[in-house]
Structure formats: structure tokens, C-alpha cells
């Protein structure tokens, strides 16, 4: 189906040889999607108007070669083997760069430290570095920090940053319109033990999702009784919520929570 109107065009992997190409890893945007193949290079399809989908060229890395990439609303990232992250289109505003020199590369690097994942949101972008610290950067006044450095997990969900410690505790922080930053962690409202945090939910390490904090926004399918099915990984978007399970089947949940799966 096409993302949110967007026509696709599919990423073919094309190379000189006539081969196409395998892809090992795949992330979707706000209207456009990219692939880690297995020569170590991105190809998206979808929206470029900000060059995220880079003229529908494939994408080399400056050093090294890409092993992870994240689509975030108007830009993508990827992650080299030599742990730097580098990026393309609109990663610090709403505004279109200028495309009459065509689309490079805005390569973030760190001192000091790699990094091991990365997450692209909403003019948001963060990076888990090997020592557990979490690095951000993105649009000034939109970009929140993770403080501590036992995180071994990391995820954007528009503009919010979550995180999952060595001790599966969650934790997830947001800039308000104010400009400031607003967290909340676990133990506090649940005293559960995460292994993924996606906006406001959290998978715990028994397979059901639960509310980092409980608000009318946030609701969760198991206590709520709409399934008793266990998941190993979740993903959110938008008023929508889905899961992998354990039996390899896939279940969304809206806000009404009517199952799509």
C-alpha cells in the first residue's frame, strides 16, 4: 500500500553485475521508507522533497559502510561499521534544503565514543553510544536528552526519546511547548521491567505492553483485556500501536483498541 498517499517506487537493488540486492535491515518515515542492503549502501523510496530519499540514488557512506538506518519524518540516518552516524535531508527544521547542488551527506560524529544504534524522529535524531550514553541533536529547542549511561536500547517516536536500561528500567523524555524537558521512568507508576520503550509504552520482559505512565492516551490491550497474546517487539505510530508475537502473527491496536492483525 502507499505511505500516507505517497506513490512508491520499489527499491530494486540494482548493481552493475545485474544482481539485485538483499536488504538486511528496513525502517519507514512519515511518507517515505529505507533499506541497509547487503553491500553496505541505503536505497529509499517515497517523499524527497528534503533529499530523504536521496534522489532515489543509492547512498554510499563517507567511511566505512551502512549496517543500520532509521527514516525520520523528512530525513534518514544510518549507522556505520566504523560507528559514526551520517545523515540526509531536513535533520534540524521543517524547511527544505536546498537541493541545486543535490542532496549530501550531513555526517555526525562524536568524540571520544561510537555509536551502536540509532533512532530518527521528528527533527530528532539520537545515537546509543558503546559506553551507554545516549546522544541527540536536531532542530534547537526540540531536541530532549536521556541521562545516564547504562542504556542498551534506544527509540524516537516523534519528538520523544525512550531508552532501556541494563536493568530493563524505561524511560522516556519530551520537550514541551514551553521548551522544556518532561520525563517519565520506571519504577513509578509501573513497576515493570522493560525491554523496549516506544513513545508511551513498553514491552515488558513477560511479552505484554504496558503504559510507562498512565494517561488517556496511553491504554494498554492487556490490561484492558484485548489480548493475551505475547509480543517481542512493538512499534507506535500516530493513534496506533503494533506488535510482533511470539507465534510470528502481527495485531495493531487503535485508541479504541479494534484489532487490525
Do not use: M, W
Not at 125 to 132: A, E, F, Q, S
Request: proline share 2%; glycine share 12%.
Amino acid at each position: 500500500g502507499n505511505i500516507y498517499g505517497v506513490r512508491p517506487r520499489i527499491a530494486s537493488g540494482e548493481r552493475k553485475t545485474g544482481k539485485k540486492a538483499k536488504f538486511i535491515q528496513v525502517s519507514t518515515g512519515l511518507k517515505h521508507a529505507c533499506g541497509v542492503a547487503d553491500n553496505g549502501v541505503l536505497e529509499c523510496f517515497g517523499e524527497d522533497l528534503d533529499c530523504q530519499s536521496h534522489n532515489f540514488k543509492p547512498v554510499k557512506a563517507t567511511h566505512g559502510q551502512f549496517v543500520q538506518v532509521s527514516a525520520g519524518h523528512r530525513h534518514t540516518c544510518g549507522l556505520t561499521n566504523k560507528g559514526q552516524i551520517e545523515c540526509i535531508g531536513a535533520t534540524q527544521s521543517e524547511s527544505n534544503p536546498d537541493q541545486s547542488k543535490g542532496c549530501t551527506l550531513d555526517k555526525k560524529t562524536l568524540e571520544g565514543g561510537e555509536f551502536v544504534q540509532i533512532s530518527a524522529g521528528n527533527q530528532v535524531t539520537c545515537g546509543l553510544v558503546k559506553d551507554g550514553t545516549v546522544k541527540c541533536f536536531g532542530a534547537e529547542g526540540h531536541t530532549p536528552e536521556l541521562e545516564g549511561k547504562d542504556y542498551v536500547r534506544i527509540n524516537v517516536n516523534d519528538k520523544t526519546v525512550c531508552g532501556v536500561t541494563k536493568e530493563n528500567k524505561g524511560k522516556c523524555c519530551r520537550v514541551t511547548e514551553e521548551k522544556k524537558i518532561e520525563c517519565d521512568e520506571s519504577p513509578g507508576e509501573t513497576s515493570s521491567k522493560f525491554t523496549q520503550v516506544v513513545g508511551q509504552y513498553g514491552l515488558t520482559t513477560d511479552g505484554t505492553i504496558e503504559c510507562l505512565k498512565k494517561t488517556a492516551e496511553c491504554l494498554s490491550p492487556h490490561r484492558h483485556n484485548r489480548t493475551i497474546e505475547t509480543f517481542v517487539e512493538i512499534g507506535v505510530r500516530s493513534k496506533e500501536i503494533c506488535g510482533l508475537t511470539s507465534q510470528g502473527a502481527i495485531r495493531c491496536f487503535s485508541r479504541e483498541f479494534y484489532t487490525r492483525g
